[in-house]
């Protein structure tokens, strides 16, 4: 059975120009997560990948279809969803003047849970780092931190929202190892990224989405053998920024 | 009331916070430590006696005995002289009153009475409400010794006295019900705003913590706050400025537990209705202005224009910076401060109303 199942989910906002007229956000987004895989959710920005990630994490409104995580209902038990789940989100500021050590602790008490920081730091090479505020953290060692919290419950799934974005080589590929031997100790992943090369490094299968829909998804190879343009289109070889833009276009979002 | 361990956690978290942000912590003290300072040292200048000049044209005992009494008396500086040099001193501005006693003063009281002349510079005219009083209380004291008349009313003079209290005294009540309207205010409100801009309320909406957990954590963290700085203050104002409170200090605590519960409420409201920092700003502004000026802080609500009183009668720092006072400065019980009590409790339902509407932990938090 699949840890994570989603269907036909929707969500829809006022537009921007017209607060009477509504669009979708998510039009019919359906998944099928195995526990163990690492997914990732590729699409173009305003394609509607956070507020998916957003219902499926309990934090936004699910305003149709459904989505269940190990077997539970996001919408009916959201508390039962968000004990086994952990989010890491774009954002990643946190209280000002609270040692890295005293936050794992409060977000182990808000899991009702007592858990030792240093263990929790060591898993993400940050054990010299207790007293720090986050204030003085690197980028990286800012994701890292977050991943970290997002642990403290050992959740069955980790999600994490385009965990690379302005990381540097060293920094992202050192994610890459902490996401990869978290996925070896049997979590499943969910990520969204606009890195090709994160998600061919990483995933098991992937999902492209614009406009609020799934308009692709399989395993990186499978995607790359249906989309990419044959060699005498591509000077190299197709790989998966072409097949990214030969589906969503070479247009500018936002 | 028990808590549970994710309570007690944050709790202290949010105490943390506080106690590591020195710059919140100083200007939270700061300003009410400066006002009353400042307030306490120019009360010393406004009790500078006010100067006379006596000429005294009679040579009997009774006229004696009342210039005596008069430069006896902590509210004059008494001068005595001839009365020419006396009113042109008084022109000049040097004196504020020249009493002219009339040689048959107090002379054969039993047919008729005697009369002082009183001449007054227009300009200080408004010192002679405070000036007639005494006068006349001098010249009743001196009739009854005359006559032979048992002193009736002493007690009631006495306790006038008694309550011839000082500005900073006033003012004492009132800056504390200030700062914990801040406090209060700055602790739900402005926090939420700044914790939402964050992402640390998605952040904390994420986990399985329910709204009641964060708003409880929040109200006992700022009620502690509110309770220590007021009593920091109390401390500051009782042994350095050697300002007294009259009344029972589990009655003046008790309008400050209920004052704070009030702003804290009107604070969630307002953070839940503002959804950037600057208009959390210009929100507190129109909340917290007006009330500084118009809730009897700084000087009595009688003293402002009629029209306006019953207005500034109805704000929430009203009801409890006079609650506060009736307390310090009349001793007053809590029977006797129900209207100031009862205007809190409608202002905490209406605040706690709204904010149990606006407060929708989903949209707050993003």
């Known amino acids: 059975m699949p840890i994570i199942e989603v269907c036909d989910l929707q969500k829809k906002y006022p537009l921007p120009d017209d607060k009477s007229q509504k669009f979708f956000a998510v039009n019919g987004v359906s998944l099928s997560i195995e526990q163990g895989e690492v997914f990732g959710i590729l699409g173009p920005n305003g394609a509607g990948k956070t507020t998916t990630l957003e219902m499926i994490e309990g934090l936004n409104d699910i305003d149709g279809g459904e989505a269940r995580i190990d077997g539970i209902s996001v919408r009916t038990d959201p508390y039962q969803v968000k004990e086994r789940i952990g989010v890491q989100l774009q954002a990643n500021e946190y209280f000002d003047n609270v040692s890295l050590g005293e936050l794992l602790s409060l977000f182990g008490a808000l899991y009702h849970r007592t858990i030792d920081p240093l263990v929790l730091l060591a898993k993400v090479q940050l054990e010299d780092k207790a007293k720090a505020k986050p204030a003085a953290l690197s980028g990286g060692q800012k994701q890292r931190f977050s991943i970290a919290c997002a642990l403290v419950n050992e959740p069955k799934v980790l999600f994490l929202d385009e965990p690379t974005t302005g990381l540097d080589p060293q920094a992202k590929r050192n994610l890459w190892d902490l996401v990869q031997g978290l996925n070896d100790g049997g979590m499943t992943i969910v990520l969204t990224t606009h890195n090709m090369e994160e998600a061919e490094e990483l995933c098991d299968r992937i999902a492209i989405m614009d406009h609020g829909k799934i308009i692709a998804e399989g395993t990186p190879q499978a995607l790359i053998l249906e989309f990419a343009p044959e060699p005498p289109d591509a000077p190299l070889h197709g790989n998966l920024e072409d097949v990214f833009l030969s589906l969503t276009g070479h247009g500018l979002r936002e | 009331m028990m808590l549970n361990p994710l309570q007690r956690h944050l709790t202290s978290v949010f105490l943390k916070i506080f106690l590591r942000d020195r710059r919140s912590i100083f200007f939270s003290l700061f300003f009410p430590v ?11 200048r ?39 040099p006396l009113r042109e001193a008084l022109i000049a501005g040097d004196q504020t009153m020249v009493l002219e006693l009339p040689a048959d003063f107090g002379q054969s009281p039993e047919t008729r009475s005697s009369e002082i002349n009183v001449v007054v510079d227009a300009a200080q005219v408004s010192q002679l409400g405070l000036i007639m009083p005494v006068l006349d209380q001098t010249l009743l004291s001196i009739e009854r010794e005359f006559r032979g008349i048992a002193p009736l009313f002493t007690i009631a003079i006495e306790d006038v006295q008694a309550r011839s209290q000082r500005y900073i005294d006033f003012l004492l009540p009132g800056l504390m019900a200030l700062t914990l309207m801040n406090l209060s205010i700055a602790g739900s409100g402005f926090n939420i705003v700044e914790y939402r801009r964050k992402g640390i309320l998605k952040r904390l909406f994420v986990t399985p ?32 400025l050697d300002i007294r409170i009259v009344g029972n200090f589990f009655a003046y605590y008790f309008v400050v537990i209920f004052g704070t519960v009030l702003f804290l409420c009107l604070g969630f409201s307002l953070g839940s209705l503002a959804k950037t920092q600057e208009t959390i700003g210009a929100l507190g502004n129109v909340v917290i202005m007006p009330q500084i000026f118009l809730s009897g802080i700084f000087y009595p609500i009688e003293s402002m224009p009629e029209w306006i009183q019953p207005l500034a009668q109805l704000l929430p720092l009203s009801f409890v910076s006079t609650g506060m006072r009736e307390i310090a400065n009349a001793g007053a019980a809590l029977s006797e401060i129900l209207p100031s009590l009862l205007g809190i409790a409608v202002w905490l339902a209406i605040s706690f109303l709204a904010a149990t509407r606006l407060f929708l932990w989903k949209e707050v938090a993003s």
């Open chain 2, 209 to 240: 913590i329910e709204p009641k957990d964060f708003i409880t954590a929040i109200v006992l963290a700022r009620m502690t706050i509110v309770l220590v700085q007021l009593t920091v203050l109390i401390f500051l104002a009782v042994v350095l």
């Open chain 2, 46 to 84: 406004e009790q500078e006696p006010i100067n006379i000049g006596v000429a005294n044209l009679s040579s009997n005992q009774v006229a004696l005995d009342f210039v005596q009494r008069l430069s006896d008396s902590p509210v004059f500086n008494t001068v005595t002289g001839e009365s020419a």
């Open chain 2, 34 to 44: 400066i006002f009353m300072t400042v307030f306490s040292l120019a009360n010393v």
